[in-house]
Structures are given as structure tokens and as C-alpha cells.
């Protein structure tokens, strides 16, 4: 009878639905906030399964590679466009907190950069 009460938390657990799993990090995301302010714009990143990122910011393109391994980030090497922006849109500030963004989770729909004083959210994006 012991045998089976160990055996049966195991069986539980892999019989958790799929819906209840975390939500993998790589896909497309459009920018809700940064440190809960909105950047003008509409600001886009994409993270691939090999660690690339890629996206908009308010006014120039960006891409680069996670230099870490997921949940954790280290984006602090982004290559950008020099495009001459008509308004600064926040995008000084939207690239620093790209920079220092430590670590990223999924919750639902969103995905949730964070680091030392710097919070970034964004809605995943379904195509």
C-alpha cells in the first residue's frame, strides 16, 4: 500500500493540463508600459527560441541576442537604427530599460521584463 501512495503525486502532477503550464517566453509582443508609463509609439519585440531579439522601438529598429538564458536577460548589447526621430518619444529611456531588464516571466498574456528599479510589460501578440 506504501508504494502506491508514493507513486500517486507523481501521477497527479503529470496529468496537469496543458493550460496550467507556464507559458513559454519566445513569440511577439507589442509595449503596454515601461515603469508603468506609456512610450509613445508603438513599440514591438520579438524573442526567438535561439536567444534573438528583434523589434521596434518608438522610433528606431533594434536587434541582438539574449546573452543569457531564459527566464533570465541580458540585453544590454541591442544594435539600433540611427533613424532622426521627430519626437524623442521616450526612446532614450525605452532602450535603457531594455538594458536592465534582469529577468523575464509570463503571466497569461503578458510578458513581464524586470530588473534593478526598471519594470517592462507587454501583450503577447497573436498572429
Same mark, same amino acid.
Given at each position: 500500500m506504501r508504494k502506491y501512495l508514493l507513486i500517486l503525486p507523481l =501521477?497527479?502532477?503529470?496529468?496537469? /493540463? *496543458? !493550460?496550467?503550464?507556464?507559458? /513559454? $517566453? /519566445?513569440?511577439d509582443y507589442e509595449l $503596454?508600459? =515601461?515603469e508603468g508609463v506609456e512610450v509613445l509609439g508603438q513599440p514591438t519585440l520579438r524573442i526567438a527560441e *535561439?536567444?534573438? =531579439? &528583434? #523589434?521596434? #522601438?518608438p522610433c528606431n529598429m533594434f536587434t541582438g541576442q539574449n546573452r543569457a538564458t531564459l527566464p533570465a536577460l *541580458?540585453? !544590454?548589447?541591442l544594435a539600433t537604427t540611427r533613424r532622426a526621430c521627430?519626437?524623442? #518619444? #521616450?526612446?532614450?529611456? &525605452? &532602450?535603457q530599460a531594455l538594458g536592465a531588464a534582469r529577468e523575464a516571466k509570463r503571466e497569461g498574456e503578458e510578458l513581464i521584463m524586470t530588473g534593478p528599479d526598471v519594470t517592462i510589460r507587454w501583450r503577447a501578440v497573436t498572429q
Amino acid at each position: 500500500m506504501r508504494k502506491y501512495l508514493l507513486i500517486l503525486p507523481l =501521477v497527479l502532477a503529470a496529468c496537469t /493540463p *496543458d !493550460s496550467e503550464a507556464a507559458a /513559454p $517566453i /519566445p513569440g511577439d509582443y507589442e509595449l $503596454i508600459a =515601461v515603469e508603468g508609463v506609456e512610450v509613445l509609439g508603438q513599440p514591438t519585440l520579438r524573442i526567438a527560441e *535561439d536567444g534573438a =531579439v &528583434f #523589434g521596434q #522601438g518608438p522610433c528606431n529598429m533594434f536587434t541582438g541576442q539574449n546573452r543569457a538564458t531564459l527566464p533570465a536577460l *541580458d540585453l !544590454s548589447a541591442l544594435a539600433t537604427t540611427r533613424r532622426a526621430c521627430l519626437q524623442e #518619444g #521616450g526612446e532614450h529611456a &525605452f &532602450f535603457q530599460a531594455l538594458g536592465a531588464a534582469r529577468e523575464a516571466k509570463r503571466e497569461g498574456e503578458e510578458l513581464i521584463m524586470t530588473g534593478p528599479d526598471v519594470t517592462i510589460r507587454w501583450r503577447a501578440v497573436t498572429q
